[in-house]
């Protein structure tokens, strides 16, 4: 059996705002796959969205608040450094350059993101720097294209725990605890005036409330 290596799990996303369906997923994650740590990347300008209602600093500001004295968390700004659409693909290659061939990485994504798989920049490359890891979301079934099924389909491996024996190529999907939790819900929530009590870090929700994000009027928000 191939020796276990040094795991880095790469968990991007929008995060506007980060919440807890994020933040759970990360943890039981990190712990399931005993990997030594889990990155957080917020996207700088996500390709495939329009603009998010944080600018970047705002939702990489908010990731820091979330995750803070979390241990084997920690958030990777590398992607508001490139002033360019943030394709996965680059930020991979350049991960891939700076940790070297030998470390196990594996980049996560949710049903949603995984189901829209082949619209991403070099979307077949990834498996070259990568192991691909999905995890199921409450409210999104698994449903991606056919030339993604079937290309993953070889790729398939045979439990979570080889994810971390091969540096890429892999591929491999898991249902974790499952929180029907949104930013997209999050941000009408708050648009409606609703509270986002327990949906989101007390520290972001002081962010949200500080920088009076996604409001339609600049009104209060309720706590
Ligand atoms: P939006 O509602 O604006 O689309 P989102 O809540 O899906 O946002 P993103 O920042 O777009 O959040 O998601 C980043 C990654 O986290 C994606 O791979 C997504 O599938 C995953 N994700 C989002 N919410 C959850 C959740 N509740 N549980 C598990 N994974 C999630």
Same mark, same amino acid.
């Given at each position: ?57 705002? !939702? ?21 450094? !490139? ?37 991403? /920049? ?43 024996? /091969? ?29 986002? !009590? ?26």
């Amino acid at each position: 059996m191939t020796a276990a290596r040094h795991h880095t799990i790469v968990f991007g996303g929008t995060f506007d705002p980060i919440h807890h369906g994020h933040l759970r997923s990360a943890i039981e994650l990190r712990e399931a796959l005993a990997a030594e740590e889990l990155r957080l990347v917020p996207s700088h300008r996500p390709p495939l969205r329009g603009a998010p209602g944080a600018d970047s600093k705002q !939702r990489l500001a908010m990731v820091e608040a979330a995750i803070a004295g979390t241990p084997g968390l920690v958030v990777d700004g590398r992607e508001l450094l !490139r002033d360019r659409p943030s394709y996965t693909v680059d930020t991979l290659r350049q991960m891939r350059a700076e940790f070297g061939e030998d470390r196990a990485l594996t980049w996560v994504m949710g049903s949603d993101a995984y189901n829209q798989l082949h619209r991403w /920049q070099q979307w077949q490359s990834l498996f070259e720097l990568a192991n691909v890891l999905v995890i199921e979301r409450a409210d999104f079934a698994l449903q991606p294209a056919a030339e993604v099924t079937e290309f993953c389909a070889p790729r398939r491996l045979a439990g979570a725990s080889e994810l971390g024996r /091969q540096a890429a190529g892999g591929f491999y999907c898991m249902s974790l605890i499952q929180l029907p939790i949104s930013a997209s819900d999050i941000r009408d929530r708050i648009r409606c005036g609703r509270s986002i !009590r327990y949906l989101v870090p007390d520290g972001v929700a002081e962010l949200i409330h500080h920088w009076a994000l996604y409001q339609a009027q600049p009104t209060g928000i309720p706590s």
